[in-house]
Each structure stands twice: as C-alpha cells, then as structure tokens.
C-alpha cells in the first residue's frame, strides 16, 4: 500500500461512532477551505468545501465548521463508516493575486475505522 | 465526471535519466497543478499552469520543469532524476483560479 499515511496523526474511532478531525490554518487572509479525502493508492477527492463568510457547512454524514477566531477548521463524519477509513486534508486558499489561487495543504490525519 | 489520469502509476528510473510524467484532463479547465506528496511533509507544489504555454513556480520547482503545449495536457520533467526525487506525484486541474481542485490517481517515482 502507499505510504502516506505514515508519520501521520491517527484517529481510531469504532464503525457508527461519529469523527471530528481538526485542523489548524495558517494565514488569516484566506477566504477559502477544502476537505479532501485520500484513500490507499488514491489521489485526493474533493470532500466539502466552505468560504470565509460562513461559520458551518454540510453536506451528506459530513460537516465542515470554521472557527475564524482561532484559525481552526473541523470536519465531522456522522455514522462513520469502513469505508471512511482514508487520510483527511485540510487545504486553505491563499487570496495570490493573478489568474490562480494557491491551495495550501495540512499534512493530514489518518482516519482508522475499526469495525 | 472531470477525469484526471497520469501516464504511470508506478515509475522506477535510474539516477541521470530524463523523466516524463504526464497529466491529462478532460473538462476543459484552465489550471493545471503538479505536486508532490512525501510521508511528513504533505503535498507541496512543484509548478502550476494557468493557460497553454503558461507555467509558474510553485513552492519546490528546483530540479523540474513543465510543458503546457496543449489545454488538456500538463507535462513535468526531470531533467536529470536523482534519488531525492523519489516520490508520489500528482497532478491536478481546476477550472476557477485553483478552487476544487481534482486529482489524477499519481505517479510513484523511484530513482534508484
């Protein structure tokens, strides 16, 4: 299997539980925010995304709250299932000026479901 | 769907040779993303390109260069491989200056 979930933080949660996992951002300027999910031998899928003028999101067993304040970003898996099982990024648009944007990407937590 | 797909899934390649890692997209998007992503470290930006023939540095472009001759078609190459290349690339395409961006599977790369 592929490695990135190494050297990661890891939540184990049991199936049907609910996960939270956290992430720190790093600049006050962004106005944009992306959970993605990376399964083994995956590239990144595109969770849910949330823009700066707004406090929480959802969408269907995920939700995505933003903590401005803080600079803090959480996203919440309700009934969580084996198939959640996957590395979980947080990525923040930096405003960059010019034709395109600038995703920036947390390192990254690994989820286990335990059945 | 928007589709990315990567020319290898997996590469080995020996230290000096000349690298071609291939990206196609097929909804037409304007951006065009190459990272690479090592264990500890995250994903980290090589190059990026937001219109044929248009190409910018990204955080790590040193040892790397890319070629944007076609919409649907980002290319990165390594001029001369070494070992510290060795790694997971991944390409990525986005219509709206970098927002949602969408992923191809990856390449792993080893140089040996």
């Known amino acids: 299997g592929e490695s990135v979930g190494l050297h990661l933080p890891t939540l184990s949660v049991q199936e049907g539980d609910n996960s939270i996992i956290n992430c720190a951002y790093s600049n006050s300027a962004s106005d944009y925010f992306i959970w993605y999910k990376q399964e083994s031998g995956k590239g990144p899928q595109f969770i849910i995304d949330?823009?700066?003028?707004?406090d929480k999101r959802q969408g269907q067993r995920v939700t995505v709250l933003l903590n401005k304040t803080v600079k803090h970003l959480s996203l919440q898996i309700a009934a969580t299932q084996p198939g959640d099982s996957a590395v979980y990024f947080c990525?923040?648009?930096?405003?960059?000026?010019?034709?395109?944007?600038?995703?920036?990407f947390g390192t990254g937590t690994l989820l286990a479901v335990q059945p | 769907d928007v589709k990315v797909t990567q020319s290898s899934r997996y590469l080995v390649k020996r230290t000096g040779e000349k690298v071609f890692l291939e990206c196609v997209q097929d909804?037409?998007?304007?951006?065009m993303f190459w990272y690479r992503q090592d264990p500890g470290l995250g994903l980290r930006l090589i190059y990026f390109?937001?219109?044929?023939?248009?190409?910018e540095k990204g955080d790590i472009p040193e040892g790397y260069s890319v070629s944007r001759e076609k919409k649907e078609r980002f290319s990165l190459i390594l001029e001369s491989a070494s070992t510290n290349q060795t790694s997971m690339y991944l390409c990525?395409?986005?219509?709206?200056?970098?927002?949602?961006?969408?992923f191809g599977p990856g390449t792993r790369l080893t140089v040996t």
């Open positions: 990525a395409s986005s219509f709206d200056r970098g927002y949602e961006q969408y």
């Open positions: 949330i823009r700066s003028n707004m």
């Open positions: 990525a923040e648009i930096h405003p960059y000026g010019g034709a395109t944007n600038k995703l920036i």
């Open positions: 909804m037409d998007h304007e951006n």
């Open positions: 390109s937001y219109d044929v023939k248009m190409k």
